[in-house]
């Protein structure tokens, strides 16, 4: 099974900050990668999907690039609201559809 | 808009059953695989199954053998039948609709999500 790796695990930052989330494949995927986002107590919420397209409504402040095995999330200018839980998940074929460990966004 | 509403969680002992289930509106249920995610407490999001339009059927090594999806398209309604239940199965359990026929699509919308805990 093809393996997802997400760091760092939880970091700290300030609203206005730019941060990166990192995801890793264990076997190259394509772009067959998605980003979600969750707020605790709440479902997760689909951000973008093929490495890097914005779903509909989702600020243009959230970006995603990569292809094969590496990918990054990025958040422009932090805003209140985005401090949450990010998830990324690989959806080539062959199941499990596994997602990363996550990565918590915490205010400094 | 899409609506999708789990039921079913509970307290079951070890070793019992309980099924879950999805309704769904706001779209045309038989054209979208479907899909089960939990997510154990304080833990990450683990994808369970899946269940094409066509009604193919994808599961996590994890719960194969042990768990059965299903979809009743007359109904527009997910299932989710859980057997031979361990501690390692608490969590919440979230149905999720794909992006489109097949299994293997992002997830686009969620349910709010339903509370299983297996404990004695």
């Known amino acids: 099974d093809i393996q997802m790796t997400q760091s760092p695990s939880s970091l700290s930052a300030s609203v206005g900050d730019s941060v990166t989330i990192t995801c890793r494949a264990s076997q190259a995927i394509n772009v067959y990668l998605a980003w979600y986002q969750q707020k605790p107590g709440k479902a997760p919420r689909l951000l973008i999907y093929?490495?890097?397209t914005l779903e509909s409504g989702v600020p243009s402040r959230f970006s995603g690039s990569g292809s094969g095995t590496d990918f990054t999330l990025t958040i422009s200018s932090l805003q209140p609201e985005d401090f949450a839980t990010y998830h990324c998940?690989?959806?080539?074929?062959?199941?499990?559809?596994?997602f990363g460990g996550g990565t918590r966004v915490e205010i400094k | 808009e899409v609506q999708l509403v789990e039921s079913g969680g509970g307290l079951v002992q070890p070793g019992g059953s309980l099924r879950l289930s999805c309704a769904a509106s706001g779209f045309t249920f038989s054209k979208y695989a479907m899909t089960w995610v939990r997510q154990a407490p304080g833990k990450g999001l683990e994808w369970v199954s899946a269940?094409?339009?066509?009604?193919?059927?994808y599961y996590a090594d994890s719960v194969k053998g042990r768990f059965t999806i299903s979809r009743d398209n007359s109904k527009n309604t997910l299932y989710l039948q859980m057997n031979s239940l361990s501690a390692g199965d608490t969590a919440v359990y979230y149905c999720a609709n794909c992006r489109g026929l097949y299994y293997d699509l992002p997830l686009a919308y969620w349910g709010q999500g339903t509370l299983v805990t297996v404990s004695s």
């Open positions: 998940q690989k959806y080539n074929s062959a199941p499990p559809l596994t």
């Open positions: 093929a490495a890097s």
């Open positions: 269940i094409s339009g066509s009604g193919s059927t």
